[in-house]
C-alpha cells in the first residue's frame, strides 16, 4: 500500500517562503516521476510542479520562478520550495506520481498566504 504524505503548510505573509515535504513509502518515488498539485476553495486541482526521474523540472506559469521542485530518493521524499508566496497561492497543497494515481492522494497539507 503506497503511501504519500504531505506536510510543511502553514499562514505565510505575502511574499514569504515555506517548504512543503511529501514523504512516501516503499520506494516508490525513486520509481516515479512525481508532481505537486493544488485546490484552491471553490476551484478544480490544477498542476503546479513536476519532476522526473531524472531530476527535469517543470512548473505552472502561475509559479515558475518562485517555487521549486526537488527530490531526495535517498529520503523518499519530494520536497516544493516556495518563495515570494502571493495570496493567491492559497490552496491545500497535494504530491502524487505522474501519471497520477487516484488511490495516492492524501490529505494535501494547507497553505494560507495573508496579504
Known amino acids: 500500500q503506497v503511501q504519500l504524505v504531505e506536510s510543511g503548510g502553514g499562514l505565510v505573509q505575502a511574499g514569504g517562503s515555506l517548504r512543503l515535504s511529501c514523504a512516501a513509502s516503499?520506494?516508490?518515488?525513486?520509481?516515479?516521476?512525481m508532481a505537486w498539485y493544488r485546490q484552491a476553495p471553490g476551484k478544480q486541482r490544477e498542476f503546479v510542479a513536476r519532476?522526473?526521474?531524472?531530476?527535469?523540472?517543470n512548473y505552472a506559469d502561475s509559479v515558475k520562478g518562485r517555487f521549486a521542485i526537488s527530490r531526495d530518493n535517498g529520503k523518499n521524499t519530494v520536497y516544493l520550495q516556495m518563495n515570494s508566496l502571493k495570496p493567491e497561492d492559497t490552496a491545500v497543497y497535494y504530491c502524487?506520481?505522474?501519471?497520477?494515481?487516484?488511490?495516492?492522494w492524501g490529505q494535501g497539507t494547507q497553505v494560507t498566504v495573508s496579504s
Open positions: 502524487n506520481v505522474l501519471p497520477t494515481v487516484q488511490d495516492y
Open positions: 519532476i522526473t526521474k531524472g531530476g527535469s523540472t
Open positions: 516503499g520506494s516508490i518515488l525513486s520509481l516515479s516521476a
